[in-house]
């Protein structure tokens, strides 16, 4: 019989692998491993791989198993080029850095061999290299969950607060993705990481999307990544999107009622098949992930208009948890009060104190923003007071004397008969004149709103007309 070099390392590993290794109940061992793992032949083919490795390199177990390491040298990135170095030289080799995927990961290569010192194989393992030390209060999990450690609020239990929570966690854990509904300020963010246990150590990835801040040119980019060494890919690099971060956890789309008609037809078609493909890339991949939803807008209104698609509500609210606002809840105000207070009063001198007259007005005022405007509040009362804030220094954002930094006129753009111009044209300026006036004077879209007695998708409609 005649053998080749290839066929004889094979027959080689063969003869001196452990029966164990081909027990099918091998294969469940790996996949309880907490790392990403897989079980490679002496001449780098891939035999066995568990889930964990597979989100890691964002490849499925068909690409991987049968497949030789070095391919994939080529494109993972430096590496598992070093790993591979490490599996030819039969040596163990550890490597700490970042995949062509941008994520950041500890990475080795163990070489099996038998008691009398005969390779039969190796084990790679792989874990996100953040996964050892990430904060125990959640913070920075990724770069896309930012937040303003000035602003940032713990979540306060009150009764409403527990029964919603546990019922959101559970909706969640059975599978259905959680929309959360509720005016400005009402604590929607601290509630998704809340049942998303984006602040629990070890726990699965945590994505926060600011929906507002992307357009619709960028969306797919954002999203779903760009392929490393595509046209498109100016770092070299690649990027890794929001979605592959999010990978085996959970992508909260914050204000997702603020996405363009484009980026909403590609999320639809996302969420379908929970497949994607980078940005320059055909490949298609798959991501796990749960949808965190959140918006202050109505949504009834929105899709009426024609502005949110029906089909994109139908699948992030499976099940809708509306926060209720601020204003009249005597209970939750002071709770919320003494909990600030005591964050404001951490190495202050002298302590503040609220009097009686103070907390009057607490629990009188309407709070348009809610949590945010009742913090911002008590931060002005900790500044113009100083050992005790009486009723003068409860002055609410409105009653300020701070200004628009860009004044509107109070005067209509033209006068009539000053200018010429068809009826149509004139009607919508006077218009943009109006609707700009209110905004400015009553501080949000959505007091402007209310101040004008039209619904908030008329207002964001005709807003967006005029840019």
């Not at 999990?141 to 527990?162: A, G, I, M």
């Not at 966690?169 to 049942?195: D, P, Q, Y």
């Not at 246990?197 to 760009?226: K, T, W, Y």
Request: net charge positive.
């Amino acid at each position: 019989m005649k053998f080749y070099s290839n066929d004889i390392t094979n027959l080689s590993s063969r003869r001196l692998r452990p029966g164990f290794i081909d027990d099918p109940q091998f294969a469940s061992f790996l996949e309880a491993l907490p790392d990403g793992a897989a079980l490679l032949d002496t001449d780098g083919r891939i035999k066995l791989v568990n889930a964990k490795i597979e989100m890691l390199l964002n490849l499925g177990r068909r690409d991987l198993v049968g497949t030789d390491l070095a391919k994939h040298a080529k494109t993972a990135g430096p590496v598992v080029a070093k790993l591979w170095t490490g599996l030819q030289q039969l040596k163990r080799t550890e490597v700490t850095g970042a995949l062509n995927s941008q994520r950041q990961v500890v990475a080795a290569i163990t070489i099996l061999r038998t008691q009398d010192g005969g390779a039969y194989g190796a084990l790679l393992t792989m874990r996100e290299a953040n996964r050892a030390s990430r904060p125990v209060d959640g913070s920075e999990n990724f770069r896309f969950d930012e937040t303003s450690t000035r602003t940032k609020t713990s979540f306060l239990s009150t009764p409403h607060s527990v029964a919603l929570s546990t019922r959101a966690e559970a909706a969640l854990a059975r599978g259905a993705s959680v929309l959360l509904t509720g005016e400005t300020g009402t604590g929607k963010t601290e509630m998704a990481r809340l049942i998303g246990r984006a602040n629990d150590a070890g726990a699965p990835p945590f994505v926060h999307v600011r929906c507002g801040l992307i357009s619709d040119g960028q969306f797919e980019a954002e999203m779903f990544g760009i392929e490393p060494g595509s046209r498109l890919d100016t770092s070299t690099r690649g990027k890794l999107g929001y979605v592959e971060a999010a990978d085996g956890g959970i992508l909260f789309l914050d204000q997702i009622t603020d996405l363009g008609p484009s980026a909403q037809a590609m999320l639809v078609a996302f969420l379908e098949t929970q497949t994607f493909s980078r940005v320059g890339s055909a490949q298609r991949r798959h991501a796990k992930l749960q949808i965190i939803a959140a918006t202050n807008a109505d949504m009834d209104e929105l899709m009426g208009e024609g502005l949110f698609r029906r089909d994109l509500y139908y699948r992030v609210a499976v099940m809708t948890f509306d926060l209720p606002p601020l204003r009249g809840d005597t209970a939750v105000i002071d709770t919320l009060l003494d909990h600030h207070l005591a964050a404001l009063n951490v190495g202050r001198k002298p302590v503040l104190r609220l009097s009686s007259e103070f907390r009057e007005l607490a629990h009188a005022h309407q709070y348009p923003g809610n949590i945010r405007e009742l913090i911002n509040i008590l931060e002005r009362a900790g500044a113009s007071a100083s050992e005790l804030a009486s009723a003068e220094h409860f002055i609410g954002p409105s009653a300020g004397s701070a200004r628009p930094a860009s004044p509107v006129n109070q005067a209509p753009p033209h006068p009539i008969g000053s200018r010429a111009g068809n009826f149509k044209d004139l009607v919508q300026e006077f218009e943009t004149w109006v609707l700009e006036k209110s905004i400015a004077e009553n501080g949000s879209k959505r007091s402007a709103a209310k101040a004008l007695g039209i619904d908030i998708a008329t207002l964001v409609r005709k807003t967006k007309r005029r840019s």
